[in-house]
Protein backbone atom coordinates (compact mmCIF):
# COMPACT_ATOMS: atom_id res chain seq x y z
CA UNK A 1 0.00 0.00 0.00
CA UNK A 2 1.22 3.35 -1.21
CA UNK A 3 1.74 5.68 2.12
CA UNK A 4 1.83 9.59 1.34
CA UNK A 5 3.59 12.26 3.98
CA UNK A 6 2.77 15.56 3.54
CA UNK A 7 4.86 18.86 4.64
CA UNK A 8 3.72 22.17 5.38
CA UNK A 9 6.36 24.99 6.90
CA UNK A 10 5.50 27.23 10.02
CA UNK A 11 6.09 30.91 10.27
CA UNK A 12 4.86 33.64 12.33
CA UNK A 13 1.99 36.22 12.43
CA UNK A 14 -0.73 38.16 13.84
CA UNK A 15 -3.47 38.30 11.51
CA UNK A 16 -5.03 35.97 8.80
CA UNK A 17 -4.70 37.09 5.24
CA UNK A 18 -6.39 35.78 2.16
CA UNK A 19 -6.05 36.49 -1.12
CA UNK A 20 -7.57 35.92 -4.60
CA UNK A 21 -6.84 32.31 -5.55
CA UNK A 22 -6.11 32.33 -9.38
CA UNK A 23 -3.42 30.66 -10.84
CA UNK A 24 -1.11 31.41 -13.77
CA UNK A 25 0.33 28.24 -16.23
CA UNK A 26 3.10 26.94 -15.12
CA UNK A 27 5.87 25.31 -16.64
CA UNK A 28 7.93 21.98 -15.79
CA UNK A 29 10.93 21.97 -16.46
CA UNK A 30 13.96 18.88 -15.92
CA UNK A 31 17.38 19.34 -15.21
CA UNK A 32 19.88 16.39 -15.52
CA UNK A 33 23.14 16.97 -14.72
CA UNK A 34 24.78 18.74 -18.46
CA UNK A 35 20.97 17.71 -19.98
CA UNK A 36 18.94 20.02 -21.81
CA UNK A 37 15.10 21.17 -20.37
CA UNK A 38 12.09 19.74 -21.36
CA UNK A 39 9.03 21.27 -20.97
CA UNK A 40 5.02 20.58 -19.97
CA UNK A 41 2.35 22.60 -19.52
CA UNK A 42 0.89 23.93 -16.26
CA UNK A 43 -1.93 25.22 -13.89
CA UNK A 44 -4.74 27.71 -16.11
CA UNK A 45 -6.48 30.11 -13.29
CA UNK A 46 -8.06 27.29 -10.78
CA UNK A 47 -9.68 29.13 -8.38
CA UNK A 48 -11.14 28.47 -4.74
CA UNK A 49 -14.81 29.53 -4.07
CA UNK A 50 -15.52 31.95 -1.88
CA UNK A 51 -17.49 29.86 0.73
CA UNK A 52 -14.97 27.40 0.72
CA UNK A 53 -11.77 29.96 0.85
CA UNK A 54 -13.88 31.48 3.83
CA UNK A 55 -14.04 28.12 6.16
CA UNK A 56 -10.08 27.32 5.59
CA UNK A 57 -9.02 30.67 6.70
CA UNK A 58 -11.70 30.50 9.96
CA UNK A 59 -9.85 26.87 10.35
CA UNK A 60 -6.88 28.37 10.28
CA UNK A 61 -7.41 31.66 11.97
CA UNK A 62 -8.57 29.07 15.08
CA UNK A 63 -5.63 27.07 15.44
CA UNK A 64 -3.25 29.85 14.85
CA UNK A 65 -4.77 32.17 17.75
CA UNK A 66 -2.73 31.22 20.54
CA UNK A 67 0.88 31.03 18.66
CA UNK A 68 0.31 32.75 15.38
CA UNK A 69 3.49 32.18 13.21
CA UNK A 70 4.79 32.45 9.72
CA UNK A 71 3.65 29.64 8.19
CA UNK A 72 1.68 29.42 4.18
CA UNK A 73 -1.12 26.99 4.10
CA UNK A 74 -2.23 25.56 0.90
CA UNK A 75 -5.93 26.97 0.29
CA UNK A 76 -6.76 26.00 -2.92
CA UNK A 77 -8.23 22.65 -3.29
CA UNK A 78 -7.95 22.12 -7.35
CA UNK A 79 -4.28 23.27 -6.99
CA UNK A 80 -4.07 20.57 -4.12
CA UNK A 81 -6.18 18.10 -6.76
CA UNK A 82 -3.00 18.97 -8.98
CA UNK A 83 -0.45 18.26 -6.90
CA UNK A 84 -1.81 15.07 -5.12
CA UNK A 85 -2.47 14.11 -9.07
CA UNK A 86 1.38 14.48 -9.33
CA UNK A 87 2.25 12.63 -6.48
CA UNK A 88 0.25 9.58 -6.95
CA UNK A 89 0.21 9.53 -11.03
CA UNK A 90 1.08 5.83 -12.16
CA UNK A 91 1.09 4.19 -8.61
CA UNK A 92 -0.99 0.99 -7.93
CA UNK A 93 -1.68 1.71 -4.57
CA UNK A 94 -2.47 -2.04 -4.12
CA UNK A 95 1.06 -3.24 -4.95
CA UNK A 96 3.30 -0.18 -4.05
CA UNK A 97 5.66 -0.34 -1.01
CA UNK A 98 5.73 3.74 -1.45
CA UNK A 99 5.32 5.92 1.43
CA UNK A 100 3.70 9.68 1.34
CA UNK A 101 4.63 11.90 3.90
CA UNK A 102 3.12 15.80 4.80
CA UNK A 103 4.82 17.98 7.11
CA UNK A 104 2.71 20.97 8.52
CA UNK A 105 -0.25 19.77 6.89
CA UNK A 106 -2.18 22.91 8.78
CA UNK A 107 -6.35 22.42 7.62
CA UNK A 108 -5.39 19.53 5.25
CA UNK A 109 -6.70 20.74 1.52
CA UNK A 110 -3.93 18.81 0.06
CA UNK A 111 -4.01 15.65 3.21
CA UNK A 112 -7.76 15.32 1.78
CA UNK A 113 -6.65 15.29 -1.83
CA UNK A 114 -3.94 12.79 -1.34
CA UNK A 115 -6.44 10.44 0.52
CA UNK A 116 -8.84 10.83 -2.27
CA UNK A 117 -6.38 9.31 -4.69
CA UNK A 118 -6.60 5.97 -2.25
CA UNK A 119 -3.09 6.70 -1.02
CA UNK A 120 -2.05 6.29 2.93
CA UNK A 121 -1.08 9.34 4.35
CA UNK A 122 1.02 10.57 6.94
CA UNK A 123 1.48 14.05 8.45
CA UNK A 124 3.59 15.74 10.67
CA UNK A 125 2.18 18.85 11.83
CA UNK A 126 3.78 20.73 14.68
CA UNK A 127 0.53 23.03 15.55
CA UNK A 128 -2.28 20.88 17.76
CA UNK A 129 -4.58 23.39 16.86
CA UNK A 130 -4.76 21.84 13.59
CA UNK A 131 -5.58 18.20 14.77
CA UNK A 132 -9.48 18.44 15.68
CA UNK A 133 -9.62 18.64 11.78
CA UNK A 134 -7.41 16.22 10.49
CA UNK A 135 -8.71 14.00 13.39
CA UNK A 136 -11.98 13.94 11.74
CA UNK A 137 -10.46 13.15 8.43
CA UNK A 138 -8.60 10.37 10.23
CA UNK A 139 -11.86 8.96 11.09
CA UNK A 140 -13.21 9.44 7.57
CA UNK A 141 -10.66 7.60 6.14
CA UNK A 142 -10.14 5.48 8.84
CA UNK A 143 -6.66 3.50 8.76
CA UNK A 144 -5.29 5.50 5.60
CA UNK A 145 -4.00 8.53 7.77
CA UNK A 146 -1.73 8.55 10.51
CA UNK A 147 -1.31 12.09 12.10
CA UNK A 148 1.90 12.62 14.20
CA UNK A 149 2.77 16.10 16.31
CA UNK A 150 6.19 16.54 15.54
CA UNK A 151 8.08 19.49 13.48
CA UNK A 152 9.49 18.16 10.38
CA UNK A 153 11.08 21.48 9.82
CA UNK A 154 13.79 20.66 12.03
CA UNK A 155 13.71 16.89 12.65
CA UNK A 156 17.39 15.48 13.21
CA UNK A 157 18.75 18.83 13.32
CA UNK A 158 19.63 19.34 16.36
CA UNK A 159 22.34 16.69 18.27
CA UNK A 160 20.27 17.07 21.30
CA UNK A 161 16.56 16.72 20.27
CA UNK A 162 16.45 13.31 22.02
CA UNK A 163 17.49 14.99 25.45
CA UNK A 164 15.04 17.59 24.96
CA UNK A 165 12.33 14.81 24.23
CA UNK A 166 12.02 15.81 20.60
CA UNK A 167 10.66 13.19 17.85
CA UNK A 168 13.75 12.10 15.38
CA UNK A 169 13.50 10.17 11.82
CA UNK A 170 14.30 6.82 13.54
CA UNK A 171 11.54 6.80 15.80
CA UNK A 172 9.15 7.82 13.71
CA UNK A 173 9.69 5.53 11.24
CA UNK A 174 10.28 2.69 13.08
CA UNK A 175 6.47 3.10 14.81
CA UNK A 176 5.19 3.51 11.51
CA UNK A 177 7.14 0.04 10.43
CA UNK A 178 8.62 2.28 7.22
CA UNK A 179 12.18 -0.46 6.46
CA UNK A 180 15.51 1.12 4.86
CA UNK A 181 15.25 -0.51 1.34
CA UNK A 182 18.36 -0.40 -0.78
CA UNK A 183 19.73 2.88 -2.59
CA UNK A 184 18.98 1.89 -6.04
CA UNK A 185 15.33 0.08 -5.30
CA UNK A 186 12.50 2.50 -6.11
CA UNK A 187 11.18 5.72 -3.75
CA UNK A 188 10.09 4.53 -0.60
CA UNK A 189 8.95 7.39 0.44
CA UNK A 190 7.78 10.97 -0.97
CA UNK A 191 7.55 14.30 1.15
CA UNK A 192 5.37 17.53 -0.24
CA UNK A 193 5.48 20.85 1.62
CA UNK A 194 5.99 24.26 2.06
CA UNK A 195 9.46 25.30 2.88
CA UNK A 196 8.94 28.08 5.20
CA UNK A 197 11.13 31.57 3.65
CA UNK A 198 12.48 32.19 7.26
CA UNK A 199 14.17 28.49 7.51
CA UNK A 200 14.72 27.80 3.71
CA UNK A 201 18.15 28.22 3.12
CA UNK A 202 19.10 26.61 6.87
CA UNK A 203 16.54 23.41 6.32
CA UNK A 204 17.85 22.84 2.29
CA UNK A 205 21.58 22.85 3.68
CA UNK A 206 20.22 20.54 6.40
CA UNK A 207 19.21 18.11 4.16
CA UNK A 208 21.94 18.82 1.47
CA UNK A 209 23.94 17.01 4.12
CA UNK A 210 21.29 14.35 4.88
CA UNK A 211 21.26 13.26 1.65
CA UNK A 212 25.15 13.32 0.78
CA UNK A 213 25.81 10.67 4.41
CA UNK A 214 22.66 8.99 3.77
CA UNK A 215 21.73 9.96 7.16
CA UNK A 216 18.16 11.14 8.94
CA UNK A 217 15.36 10.26 6.48
CA UNK A 218 17.63 9.21 3.90
CA UNK A 219 18.87 6.64 5.96
CA UNK A 220 15.82 4.75 4.29
CA UNK A 221 16.55 4.72 0.54
CA UNK A 222 16.06 7.40 -2.20
CA UNK A 223 13.44 9.40 -0.57
CA UNK A 224 11.90 11.94 -3.02
CA UNK A 225 11.51 15.69 -1.84
CA UNK A 226 8.28 17.46 -3.44
CA UNK A 227 9.07 20.99 -1.93
CA UNK A 228 7.16 24.35 -2.20
CA UNK A 229 9.87 26.73 -2.54
CA UNK A 230 10.58 30.33 -3.43
CA UNK A 231 12.20 31.80 -6.99
CA UNK A 232 15.25 32.70 -5.44
CA UNK A 233 15.54 29.10 -4.33
CA UNK A 234 14.27 27.27 -7.20
CA UNK A 235 17.18 29.24 -10.02
CA UNK A 236 19.53 28.37 -7.60
CA UNK A 237 18.88 24.64 -7.94
CA UNK A 238 18.77 24.64 -11.69
CA UNK A 239 21.07 27.26 -12.17
CA UNK A 240 24.67 26.84 -14.38
CA UNK A 241 27.33 28.79 -15.54
CA UNK A 242 27.74 31.18 -16.87
CA UNK A 243 24.95 32.74 -14.62
CA UNK A 244 27.09 34.10 -11.76
CA UNK A 245 24.33 35.25 -9.91
CA UNK A 246 22.50 32.07 -9.08
CA UNK A 247 24.80 29.34 -9.28
CA UNK A 248 26.70 28.37 -6.49
CA UNK A 249 27.30 25.41 -4.10
CA UNK A 250 23.96 24.44 -3.42
CA UNK A 251 23.49 24.01 -7.34
CA UNK A 252 26.64 21.57 -7.74
CA UNK A 253 25.69 19.46 -5.31
CA UNK A 254 21.51 19.23 -5.98
CA UNK A 255 22.30 18.97 -9.69
CA UNK A 256 24.77 16.04 -8.80
CA UNK A 257 22.52 14.76 -6.26
CA UNK A 258 19.35 14.68 -7.86
CA UNK A 259 16.86 14.79 -10.90
CA UNK A 260 15.22 17.96 -10.59
CA UNK A 261 11.73 19.17 -12.01
CA UNK A 262 9.84 21.75 -11.72
CA UNK A 263 6.06 20.42 -10.91
CA UNK A 264 4.21 24.17 -10.41
CA UNK A 265 5.25 27.38 -10.26
CA UNK A 266 2.30 29.17 -8.16
CA UNK A 267 1.26 32.61 -7.40
CA UNK A 268 1.11 33.20 -3.40
CA UNK A 269 -2.47 33.96 -3.63
CA UNK A 270 -3.22 30.68 -3.57
CA UNK A 271 -2.00 30.42 -0.21
CA UNK A 272 -3.58 31.43 3.00
CA UNK A 273 -0.54 33.03 5.77
CA UNK A 274 -0.96 34.81 9.29
CA UNK A 275 1.51 37.17 8.74
CA UNK A 276 0.78 40.74 9.36
CA UNK A 277 2.34 41.88 6.04
CA UNK A 278 0.36 38.80 4.25
CA UNK A 279 1.47 38.02 0.90
CA UNK A 280 2.72 39.68 -1.98
CA UNK A 281 -0.17 38.59 -4.64
CA UNK A 282 3.06 39.18 -7.21
CA UNK A 283 5.42 36.41 -6.10
CA UNK A 284 5.22 32.91 -6.73
CA UNK A 285 6.41 29.66 -4.86
CA UNK A 286 7.89 26.86 -6.91
CA UNK A 287 6.82 23.40 -6.09
CA UNK A 288 10.34 21.35 -7.41
CA UNK A 289 10.57 17.64 -7.39
CA UNK A 290 13.86 16.61 -6.19
CA UNK A 291 14.35 12.51 -6.44
CA UNK A 292 18.03 11.65 -5.88
CA UNK A 293 19.91 9.69 -8.14
CA UNK A 294 20.63 5.74 -8.02
CA UNK A 295 24.04 6.00 -9.30
CA UNK A 296 25.12 9.41 -6.92
CA UNK A 297 27.61 7.00 -5.13
CA UNK A 298 29.94 5.28 -7.06
CA UNK A 299 33.66 3.71 -5.59
CA UNK A 300 35.18 7.20 -5.34
CA UNK A 301 32.06 9.29 -4.08
CA UNK A 302 31.07 7.93 -1.00
CA UNK A 303 28.82 8.62 2.65
CA UNK A 304 32.13 8.56 4.19
CA UNK A 305 34.34 11.19 2.08
CA UNK A 306 31.27 13.18 0.83
CA UNK A 307 31.60 15.59 3.61
CA UNK A 308 34.95 16.49 1.72
CA UNK A 309 33.17 16.75 -1.35
CA UNK A 310 30.35 19.04 0.19
CA UNK A 311 33.54 20.92 2.28
CA UNK A 312 35.13 21.62 -1.35
CA UNK A 313 32.60 22.36 -2.92
CA UNK A 314 31.57 25.71 -0.81
CA UNK A 315 35.19 26.50 -0.75
CA UNK A 316 35.06 27.10 -4.40
CA UNK A 317 32.12 29.23 -4.03
CA UNK A 318 33.55 31.41 -1.76
CA UNK A 319 34.75 33.40 -4.52
CA UNK A 320 33.33 31.88 -7.95
CA UNK A 321 35.87 34.16 -9.86
CA UNK A 322 38.97 32.60 -8.47
CA UNK A 323 40.41 30.43 -11.03
CA UNK A 324 39.92 26.87 -10.09
CA UNK A 325 43.40 25.65 -9.83
CA UNK A 326 44.36 27.84 -7.22
CA UNK A 327 41.59 26.30 -4.91
CA UNK A 328 42.51 23.16 -5.64
CA UNK A 329 46.38 23.59 -5.19
CA UNK A 330 45.11 24.00 -1.15
CA UNK A 331 44.05 20.73 -1.13
CA UNK A 332 46.11 18.43 -3.52
CA UNK A 333 49.55 16.88 -3.24
CA UNK A 334 50.59 18.00 -6.80
CA UNK A 335 49.78 20.77 -9.36
CA UNK A 336 46.64 20.94 -9.94
CA UNK A 337 46.94 22.00 -13.09
CA UNK A 338 47.90 18.25 -14.12
CA UNK A 339 44.23 17.33 -12.78
CA UNK A 340 42.28 19.88 -15.31
CA UNK A 341 44.49 18.49 -17.89
CA UNK A 342 43.34 14.83 -16.93
CA UNK A 343 39.79 15.55 -17.60
CA UNK A 344 40.48 17.84 -20.27
CA UNK A 345 39.10 21.03 -18.08
CA UNK A 346 40.35 24.20 -19.44
CA UNK A 347 43.56 25.18 -17.15
CA UNK A 348 42.18 28.90 -16.56
CA UNK A 349 38.44 27.65 -15.88
CA UNK A 350 37.28 29.63 -12.64
CA UNK A 351 35.02 28.21 -9.83
CA UNK A 352 31.99 29.57 -11.17
CA UNK A 353 32.87 28.47 -14.17
CA UNK A 354 32.81 24.16 -13.76
CA UNK A 355 29.49 22.55 -14.16
CA UNK A 356 28.35 20.15 -11.53
CA UNK A 357 28.80 16.68 -13.69
CA UNK A 358 32.88 18.30 -13.71
CA UNK A 359 33.02 18.84 -10.04
CA UNK A 360 31.84 15.11 -9.36
CA UNK A 361 34.39 14.02 -11.95
CA UNK A 362 36.79 16.12 -10.57
CA UNK A 363 36.64 15.01 -6.84
CA UNK A 364 36.64 11.28 -7.87
CA UNK A 365 39.80 11.75 -10.02
CA UNK A 366 41.05 13.28 -6.75
CA UNK A 367 40.02 10.29 -4.54
CA UNK A 368 40.97 7.69 -6.81
CA UNK A 369 44.97 8.48 -7.29
CA UNK A 370 44.93 9.80 -3.46
CA UNK A 371 45.46 13.14 -3.95
CA UNK A 372 43.49 14.52 -1.04
CA UNK A 373 45.41 16.33 1.92
CA UNK A 374 43.05 14.83 4.26
CA UNK A 375 44.47 16.92 7.53
CA UNK A 376 42.82 20.62 5.75
CA UNK A 377 39.29 18.26 6.36
CA UNK A 378 39.54 17.44 10.23
CA UNK A 379 36.82 18.51 12.39
CA UNK A 380 34.82 21.18 10.00
CA UNK A 381 31.56 22.59 10.71
CA UNK A 382 29.72 21.92 8.48
CA UNK A 383 26.40 23.90 9.24
CA UNK A 384 28.56 27.28 9.50
CA UNK A 385 26.59 29.98 8.09
CA UNK A 386 26.54 30.03 4.29
CA UNK A 387 24.41 33.34 3.99
CA UNK A 388 27.82 35.49 2.03
CA UNK A 389 26.84 32.30 -1.34
CA UNK A 390 22.70 32.69 -1.02
Known amino acids: ?39 RLGLHNLKTPPLLKAEI ?8 QDSPSDRRFLACPLLAQKV ?28 RKLLNTGAHVIVLESNKGFFPNLESLKKEFESRLEVVHSNFIKMDSNPYALL ?9 FNNLKIFEVPWTSDVPLKVVGIVPPKDERIFI ?12 IFNYGRIELNLFVSERMYKVFVAKPPDKKCYQALSVLWQTACDIHLLHKVPCSSFLTSRKKGLNKDEFLYLVQ ?67 EAYKSL ?20 LADDSAIL
Open 164 to 172: KGELCSETL
Open 290 to 356: LTPRKDLFTDFLTTTNSKTFIMIVKQCFGKASTKLHKKLNLWTYENAKNLLRELEIPEDVTTGGLYP
Open 1 to 39: MTRVALVFPIFAGRRLISAASALSSGLRFSARGLKGQSE
Open 84 to 111: ASQLTRKRDFEKSKTFILEFEAGPGVLT
Open 363 to 382: FELMEQSNRIDRSLFCDIDF
Open 57 to 64: AQLVTDAE
Open 205 to 216: WNFTNFLYECSS
